[in-house]
């Protein structure tokens, strides 16, 4: 493939993953998707018809139609389906219903089939039974999940129970991975994500509590564990937020360190005023 990340052209409005795909956060996100559609479309052993499921616009399956694809893109927002068609030159654009629970394919008819961060679609037993019928044999699957299994989906769940808002984790990943499998698919490829500052629109890495070991560890460059290793090698504003007693602060080591930070361009907040606990 011709572009480690898909963006919109610049003669068609972008549409909101589109904008969200500019910040860091995005962008780490899409390249990893775009990986995996890479990877799958090798797979399959294409270019043959390959099927988007919630398209957004057909940012992906512009990458996909410059390799040679035949695309199918289905959307339930007739928007992003009309600048699909502006945008893609041979592709199918089909409106579908959330309600529906078919794919509008043909049996064996489709060597690929993209479901990037269609949750309320992917979650859904039909869809994976539905996948099974439409592949050719040989054909490749893949999506985004949102693990509920994960600290971050135990974190929404309870959010979204004390707020009363819907919720995006909806499934574990171990019970979706075995009902795949029940269905006949073969897993080639899987890969957790890092969802570290939670929100695909943020643009900076915070870090709250931020432990005096954690400081020392960044202060000195010490990439011995899986959060030194995403805020050293950054490429975005990092902040951290101190979490210590008063004479732990004041130290004369912890203000070393907290002055290195300073100087490697670290925003350190804090620490505020008030009762000590």
């Not at 991975?177 to 890969?191: P, Y």
């Not at 008063?246 to 360190?257: D, E, F, H, I």
């Amino acid at each position: 493939m011709s572009s480690p990340v898909a963006s919109a052209p610049s003669n068609s409005p972008p549409t909101y993953w589109e904008g969200v795909n500019r910040a860091h956060w995005g962008m780490y996100l899409s390249d990893l998707e775009y990986n995996a559609i890479d990877l799958a479309a090798r797979l399959a052993k294409g270019p043959e018809n390959a099927l988007e499921v919630g398209c957004d616009g057909g940012r992906w399956a512009k990458v996909l139609e410059d390799q040679g694809w035949a695309m199918s893109c289905t959307d339930i927002d007739p928007r992003s389906l009309e600048i699909c068609r502006c945008r893609l030159k041979r592709v199918s654009c089909i409106e579908v219903e959330p309600s529906d629970t078919t794919l509008p394919c043909g049996d064996e008819s489709v060597s690929l089939i993209l479901c990037m961060e269609v949750f309320p679609v992917i979650y859904q037993n039909w869809f994976i039974e539905e996948s099974w019928r439409i592949l050719v044999p040989g054909g490749t699957l893949v999506g985004v999940f949102l693990n509920l299994g994960s600290w971050k989906g135990l974190l929404h769940r309870w959010r979204c129970t004390l707020l009363s808002r819907n919720q995006w984790y909806c499934r574990t990943y171990l019970s979706w991975r075995r009902q795949v499998k029940r269905t006949g698919f073969r897993f080639c490829s899987q890969r957790g994500l890092s969802w570290m500052p939670f929100s695909r629109e943020a643009d900076a890495i915070v870090i709250e509590p931020a432990s005096t070991d954690f400081l020392v560890k960044l202060a000195n460059g010490l990439c011995d564990d899986r959060l030194t290793r995403l805020c050293i090698p950054r490429d975005c504003p990092l902040l951290v937020a101190p979490a210590m007693n008063l004479q732990m602060w004041s130290a004369p080591p912890t203000q070393r360190n907290a002055t290195q930070l300073r100087a490697d361009c670290v925003v350190v907040l804090g620490p505020g005023r008030g009762s000590q606990g």
